[in-house]
């Protein structure tokens, strides 16, 4: 007989649903959205999450890999598909038949695509990337005139979007230099008469704080959201701003209980002992499936509405809780390792604090196995 881990990720699309509707409503009017669902929309599951966000009303997708494009396409997304990390390794072919649109960070990258598009006599729409302040991927601006000339020789390939990516969200004084660099390839694009349909330089915190729009000539007209759609915040102060509901939680059950004496040492290296009889429940949750070892003696969890605190190392596919405090517990007994249980939360925030880390990687670090055994609430 086949056992299924009581360890899940559940994903609340209702609640999807009403954050994309809470930032469409503070988003100005003029901005068209681009959700961003790249790491299987950052471990939401792409999957579920894309056809709930096309239907409440989004404008364009974005992935990383033409892989994620096509398994898009394979969930009934209609909306434009847009390659974050342009087409990398996968055959060019595949953006013509799925209809997928690359982003393109150099010349070379532009030049090979026009070759493919070329043989098969067919036009490819593709996003160029302006690199304004960020110094990884995109053309610097200081080349983009010379880039430009070049690019324009390319008869194969229709320049449709224009793009750049802010480096620190919560650094003003940088975005406004980033996105004075922005301006200045809109200007010049304008000029020639050249401005493509889509801009977008603005992520979440810019589309939320009204920063969106150039406002020197030529405003953005698309904003990418990502972190937000998922209930999470890039940065604190945002939390003042838009209230978003999580999507994401994590759940277990107790699978062990046991009492222990003052002093009894739990799991590898001993880093913890009890410094009281305690009773001490195991998890059927570790490290493999993303809740990493850092998290040892730092973690709580929700049992019955109460915090218990995670102790010793954590394991690869176990780990152990002091349950002391915690009231009358039997094995079986619901555990919430992000989520909400009683009146008590904890968020993916809080849990990247503890790992000193982001949300994005406690996000992204779920294990496949967990989503295998995803349980969905159906979107009200």
């Not at 005139?145 to 690019?151: A, G, K, Q």
């Not at 603005?202 to 972190?227: F, K, M, Q, T, Y």
């Not at 009773?279 to 059927?284: A, D, H, R």
Request: aromatic share 6%; proline share 5%.
């Amino acid at each position: 007989m086949l056992r299924t881990s009581p360890t899940v990720v559940e994903i609340d699309l209702s609640a999807l649903r009403s954050n994309f509707l809470e930032l469409r409503q503070k988003i100005k009017p003029s901005l068209s959205i681009l959700a961003v669902v790249k790491s299987d929309a950052y471990g939401h599951k792409a999957s579920l999450v894309a056809p709930v966000l096309q239907e409440a009303g989004v404008d364009l997708f974005g992935v990383g890999t033409v892989d994620e494009g096509i398994r898009l396409r394979e969930a009934g997304i209609k909306k434009p598909i847009l390659i974050l990390m342009g087409p990398l390794e996968a055959g060019p072919e595949l953006l013509f038949e799925y209809h997928l649109t690359p982003v393109v960070e150099n010349l070379e990258v532009a030049r090979s695509l026009n070759k493919v598009a070329e043989k098969k006599g067919q036009k490819l729409s593709v996003h160029l990337k302006v690199d304004t302040g960020m110094t990884r991927l995109g053309v610097p601006c200081r080349e983009w005139d010379s880039f430009w000339n070049d690019f324009k020789k390319l008869n194969f390939l229709q320049c449709e979007g224009i793009l750049s990516h802010l480096a620190e969200a919560g650094d003003l004084d940088y975005t406004d230099f980033q996105r004075k660099n922005f301006q200045s390839v809109l200007q010049a694009l304008a000029k020639s008469g050249d401005l493509p349909r889509w801009r977008h330089l603005a992520n979440s915190v810019e589309a939320i704080e009204g920063a969106g729009e150039d406002r020197v000539n030529h405003p953005s007209n698309l904003v990418r959201l990502g972190l937000v759609l998922y209930g999470a915040y890039p940065i604190p102060r945002l939390k003042t701003k838009i209230s978003l509901k999580p999507v994401l939680s994590l759940k277990t059950k107790i699978i062990s209980l046991k009492k222990v004496p003052t002093g009894t040492s739990i799991s590898y290296n001993r880093t913890f002992k009890a410094g009281r009889e305690s009773l001490i429940g195991v998890l059927p949750l570790g490290y493999a499936d993303g809740y990493t070892r850092i998290l040892s003696n730092k973690a709580s969890v929700l049992v019955h509405g109460k915090r218990a605190p995670v102790v010793g190392t954590i394991c690869m596919d176990l780990c152990m809780v002091d349950l002391t405090e915690a009231g009358t517990v039997s094995v079986g007994d619901e555990v919430v390792v992000i989520g909400q249980q009683g009146s008590d939360e904890i968020r993916a925030d809080e849990l990247a604090a503890w790992a000193g880390t982001i949300s994005y990687e406690i996000f992204c670090s779920l294990s496949p196995r967990l989503r295998s055994v995803t349980r969905i609430n159906s979107p009200k």
